[in-house]
T-cell receptor, first 115, second 115 residues
Framework: AQKVTQAQTEISVVEKEDVTLDCVYE???????LFWYKQPPSGELVFLIR??????QNEISGRYSWNFQKSTSSFNFTITASQVVDSAVYFC????????????FGPGTRLSVLP | DAGVIQSPRHEVTEMGQEVTLRCKPI?????LFWYRQTMMRGLELLIY????????DSGMPEDRFSAKMPNASFSTLKIQPSEPRDSAVYFC?????????????FGSGTQLSVL
């Protein structure tokens, strides 16, 4: 069965520190998609990135970067030079193509960036 | 372009009352999803529609829950009768074709409190 683990429940950092949010997934499918979503205090979930299982290239978008490693079933998210506005709950999610239209979300990591 | 619109933002009701949550997906999106978010269970998929047809309702907790999508621009999630354990944030999300392999666009959610 699909499963997404985000072992870090809460993380606190001081502004300008780098922080990595961990995501480990389980799947039996060979074709799957991984996502990260951000849920700021306003409550709405905001899409950050999607990766398919055949694309292991790491990605960088501004201060955000993602490290996808199939060998360890991990899809970690790093924020460089964190800012107070990065404070949010971050969810990792997995979607298996074979099993229909079902995202499985991880439990989320609450990130607090202190000024 | 307007995003996914949910109403109401907040709903407070008494146990036993009927509750109706509303959602307007992004125009042109073929898939619509209803999620529930609680501290204990995180984000759970309740039901999803493809082209207004319910495809998978296995996540609907019990018969007290029902969802409809009478047309491409409107969906409702109804709870009758409501119970305190239904208190949660209910999210509606929509996506283009390919459903869960595409990114989901979430509404702002409805915070439901059943007293």
């Amino acid at each position: 069965a699909q499963k997404v683990t985000q072992a870090q429940t809460e993380i606190s950092v001081v502004e300008k520190e780098d922080v990595t949010l961990d995501c480990v997934y389980e799947t039996r499918d060979t074709t799957y998609y991984l996502f990260w979503y951000k849920q700021p205090p306003s409550g709405e979930l905001v899409f950050l990135i999607r990766r398919n299982s055949f694309d292991e290239q790491n990605e960088i978008s501004g201060r955000y970067s993602w490290n996808f490693q199939k060998s360890t079933s991990s899809f970690n998210f790093t924020i460089t030079a964190s800012q107070v506005v990065d404070s949010a709950v971050y969810f990792c999610a997995l979607s298996e193509l074979r099993y229909g239209q079902n995202f499985v979300f991880g439990p989320g990591t609450r990130l607090s960036v202190l000024p | 372009d307007a995003g996914v619109i949910q109403s109401p933002r907040h709903e407070v009701t008494e146990m036993g009352q009927e509750v109706t949550l509303r959602c307007k997906p992004i125009s042109g999106h073929d898939y619509l999803f209803w999620y529930r978010q609680t501290m204990m269970r995180g984000l759970e998929l309740l039901i999803y529609f493809n082209n207004n047809v319910p495809i998978d309702d296995s996540g609907m907790p019990e018969d007290r829950f029902s969802a409809k999508m009478p047309n491409a621009s409107f969906s409702t999630l109804k709870i009758q009768p409501s119970e305190p354990r239904d208190s949660a944030v209910y999210f509606c999300a929509s996506s283009l074709s390919q459903g869960a392999t595409e990114k989901l666009f979430f509404g702002s959610g409805t915070q439901l409190s059943v007293l």
